[in-house]
């Protein structure tokens, strides 16, 4: 039976294909987007969905905040961490493991934090000078405090 990453990798292998016979990388990506928040975000990481809106990591601005005040935040956005995935050569389970691990993480911001990243361009981006290592850096880039970070 497979595992969650054993879908992931089907994913991330079906999207390889796509990309090679000449759709978009955005285009081919759409079913590993979705790979990723269901066997990753849903099933590994456990917060999906409205009912577990509550147990994600909040910024300190958000910290007592009402959960509608709030948007849900990929701290590495998601088509960074897509990208790392298709260019994985060779591709492994082990290695789509130790990236989403590393990279995969959800928080809570506030509208107003949310309305400066994407103010500052790094709406759907990391900062230029980012060095993989610092998953923080696109908010400490606006000046986004992570609550336990």
């Known amino acids: 039976m497979p595992d969650n990453l054993d879908f992931i990798v089907f994913a991330i292998e079906q999207a390889k294909e796509a990309e ?3 759709f978009t990388r955005n285009e081919c990506c759409r079913n590993l987007k979705t790979a990723l928040h269901q ?23 958000a910290v007592g905040m009402e959960l ?3 948007d849900v935040e990929h701290v590495v956005p998601q088509m960074e961490i897509v990208n790392m995935l298709m260019d994985m050569n060779p591709l492994s389970k ?3 493991e130790s990236v989403l691990k590393n990279y995969f993480r959800v928080l809570l911001v506030t ?26 850096a696109r908010y400490n880039a606006v000046g986004i405090e992570v609550e336990n970070g």
């Not at 509208?111 to 923080?136: C, F, I, T, Y």
């Open 20 to 22: 090679n016979y000449g």
């Open 39 to 61: 066997y990753w975000q849903n099933k590994t990481m456990r917060l999906h969905g409205q009912f577990q809106k509550k147990n994600i990591p909040r910024s300190k601005a």
């Open 68 to 70: 509608i005040n709030c």
């Open 94 to 96: 082990q290695e789509v």
């Open 111 to 136: 509208k107003e934090e949310h309305q400066r990243l994407n103010a500052s361009g790094l709406r759907s981006k990391m900062p230029s000078n980012w060095d993989r290592k610092d998953v923080w």
